[in-house]
């Protein structure tokens, strides 16, 4: 018990601080804030599986916008992949790999040659993409989401001091017993 309420704290800590140097205004376009409910959504992945938004509710979850012609995003993955997916996969976590607008075999093609091993899920006419960015928003963004469906971490491009602070918000915030 007392473990559990020590992690609270430091959960609380470490997201009230990380709330404190982005509460201002996101100007890297999104539309949607730490602390705002995740938009409702539908992803299929590669292999089928279908993820909502209310079948993630318990999860701590990050959606990773990318696309098979971004530069930015095929840097980011292989850290996705061995600092995020492969150090968190075994907590209730998820990583859903969301490649806007390109079609499931172009998106497989991609997965395979990313060498990455989480999820991946198309996301035609990038709806899911477009409920929580601006039009014409750059793609590569993670979208860190708690338990409960909020969303708890932003991040835009690929900063390593910005990488640092999701792994160490994703790392607060699966550790609970």
Avoid at 37 to 48: C, K, N, Q, R, Y
Avoid at 101 to 106: I, Q, R, V
């Amino acid at each position: 018990m007392k473990a559990k309420h020590l992690y609270l704290l430091a959960s609380s800590w470490l997201l009230a601080g990380l709330n404190a140097s982005f509460a201002q205004v996101d100007s890297r376009g999104f539309t949607v804030q730490m602390g705002d409910e995740m938009p409702d959504f539908v992803l299929h992945d590669l292999a089928g599986n279908t993820y909502t938004k209310s079948s993630l509710i318990g999860t701590t979850y990050v959606l990773q916008f990318t696309a098979s012609w971004c530069r930015v995003c095929r840097a980011e993955m292989p850290h996705l992949e061995s600092e995020v997916w492969q150090s968190f996969q075994n907590r209730p976590f998820l990583l859903l790999g969301v490649d806007l607008d390109e079609p499931h075999d172009k998106v497989a093609a991609f997965s395979e040659r990313m060498g990455v091993t989480y999820p991946m899920c198309p996301d035609p006419g990038g709806q899911v993409f477009y409920s929580i960015a601006e039009p014409k928003a750059g793609v590569t963004r993670n979208v860190v989401v708690d338990r409960s469906g909020r969303i708890a971490m932003l991040t835009r491009l690929f900063d390593e001091e910005e990488f640092s602070q999701m792994i160490d918000v994703i790392d607060a915030m699966t550790s609970a017993k």
